[in-house]
């Protein structure tokens, strides 16, 4: 039978997965208002990279009825789930910090920014300067009796899978980061293998990139860039998380002990009571007050 601690737990999860949906509810109706204005610019410039090219026009075409609706509905899906990201992160971080120690908020705090930007940077990376790079491309095949005819879903589609993939791509070093810090792997064995990782992302942007040099080194370059700084970042970190820890970073519940406790080998029970897990239950669902030792009185001489 689940005692009435968990089911409160449960309970605070539920309301917060709730708030997010409420959150991301609220932002599609303007998300799908912008949504017309951040087509029509992504066209026209697609438009004019077809006149620098030859073209005399670029026009997207639909083929059933409901498709422009559609096509809009899922770009300000988009939107309000890009643009709401920092709320997103803010209610997830109500929900956990009080489950963690100073240095870990600090972490996921830092860590959530970075995430919410290095996607930023890669999906105007993708949209503004792969997929121009993209549309040159497909009308240099464009000659006398051969010419294009480009759907509107099809176009958002790639567009919109351009900006997806380039975004995850610049998440990768954050989640290589994520890894080292929690030491599933260790930097000194990424640092080894510095040549098939620039392998690797040379793969990954060949793939996810036009088959032209340029637009390859547009992806490959900072990802690898981003891989030597998360090396950078991934040492200070790790140096911080084996530091001993300060009178200032004490577990939630106010414990001392767990805070001091020597570094010596404990059975799994003594690491679970010195977790921020266990911390995190011993605030929100126990709640009991700290016990009072007697207080002691002391004569004058």
Known sequence: MLSEGFLSHIEALRKMILEVLGIFILLLIPGWCFADEVLH????????????????????????????????????MLIALFAGLPLYFWRIWRFLAPALYRHEKRILLWGSVAAWLLFAAGA??????????????SLGFARDGLSPLIGFSNFVGLMMTIALAFGVMFELPLLLLALAVAGIISLDSLRKQRPLVV????????????????????????TYLLFELTL??????????????????????????????????????????????????????????PERGPKLRYKKK
């Not at 040379?202 to 036009?210: D, E, F, H, R, S």
């Not at 950078?232 to 577990?251: C, M, S, W």
Request: charged letters at 25%.
């Open 232 to 289: 950078l970042v991934g040492k200070i970190l790790i140096k911080e998380r084996n530091d001993p820890p300060q009178a200032t970073d004490l577990p939630p519940g106010g414990d001392t002990e767990a805070a001091f406790t020597d570094s010596g080998e404990t059975d799994e029970s003594e690491a679970f009571n010195n977790s921020s897990i266990h911390a995190y239950y011993r605030r929100r669902i126990r709640r009991r007050p």
């Open 124 to 137: 105007a990376l993708g949209i503004f300067g792969v997929m121009p790079m993209l549309v040159k491309f």
């Open 41 to 76: 610019l992504l066209q026209s410039a697609a438009v004019d990279i077809a006149r620098k090219n030859g073209a005399e026009s670029f026009d997207l075409r639909y083929f059933t009825l409901m498709e422009p609706f559609l096509v809009e509905l899922k770009a300000g």
């Open 199 to 222: 392998v690797i992302i040379l793969i990954l942007a060949a793939i996810l990139t036009p088959p032209d040099v340029i637009s390859q080194l547009m992806l490959g370059l900072p």
